[in-house]
C-alpha cells in the first residue's frame, strides 16, 4: 500500500478546504501572544502582526511592492524583465555602494587611529595612499 493516496486523484467527488487566514492568524496568534509583553506601548497581538507578514509577502509575490515602478525606465521607456541594469535604480545603488565603502573606510581608519595600526599600512603602497587620502580629506573632497 503506498504512502501516499496521491494516486487516487481525480477518482470520485474531491472534497475541497478552506482554511480562513484570519482564523489561522488568531488561532497561531493566541499561542504566541503568551510570550509577548502585552504592557509595552508598542505590544500588538500576534494574529495582527501575521496578518501583516502576510499581507506583505502577498504584495511582494503578486508585484505590488514599490521597487516595480523601477523596472520601468530609459529611452524609450520600457519595461525590463531582465533585471536593474541600465534603469534609475543603478545610479541609487551605486551610490548606496559608494556610501558603504566610505563608511566601511573611515571605521578602519579609526581602528588604525585608535588602536595604533599604522606600521601594518608601511608596506603596502596603495594601502598607504588610500590610508593617507581619509586622513587628509583629499578622498572626501574627491567624491563632492
Excluded at 500500500?1 to 478546504?17: A, E, L, W, Y
Excluded at 493566541?30 to 505590544?43: E, P
Aim: charged share 20%; glycine share 10%; proline share 4%.
Amino acid at each position: 500500500m503506498p504512502i501516499f493516496t496521491d494516486n487516487k486523484r481525480g477518482q470520485g467527488p474531491q472534497k475541497r478546504v478552506t482554511l480562513s487566514e484570519k482564523y489561522l492568524n488568531e488561532l497561531l496568534g493566541s499561542s504566541l501572544d503568551q510570550f509577548g509583553d502585552k504592557g509595552a506601548s508598542d505590544w500588538k497581538p500576534a494574529a495582527d502582526r501575521l496578518h501583516h507578514i502576510s499581507f506583505v509577502h502577498a504584495n511582494y509575490v503578486h508585484g505590488r511592492y514599490p521597487e516595480t515602478m523601477d523596472l520601468y525606465g530609459g529611452i524609450p521607456g520600457r519595461f525590463h524583465m531582465d533585471g536593474m541594469r541600465h534603469t534609475p535604480k543603478d545610479g541609487e545603488n551605486f551610490l548606496m555602494i559608494d556610501e558603504i565603502i566610505t563608511s566601511a573606510s573611515l571605521c578602519f581608519v579609526h581602528l588604525v587611529q585608535g588602536l595604533s595600526l599604522t606600521r601594518l599600512l608601511v608596506h603596502d603602497a596603495t594601502l598607504v595612499n588610500w590610508y593617507r587620502s581619509y586622513v587628509d580629506g583629499s578622498n572626501a573632497e574627491s567624491k563632492s
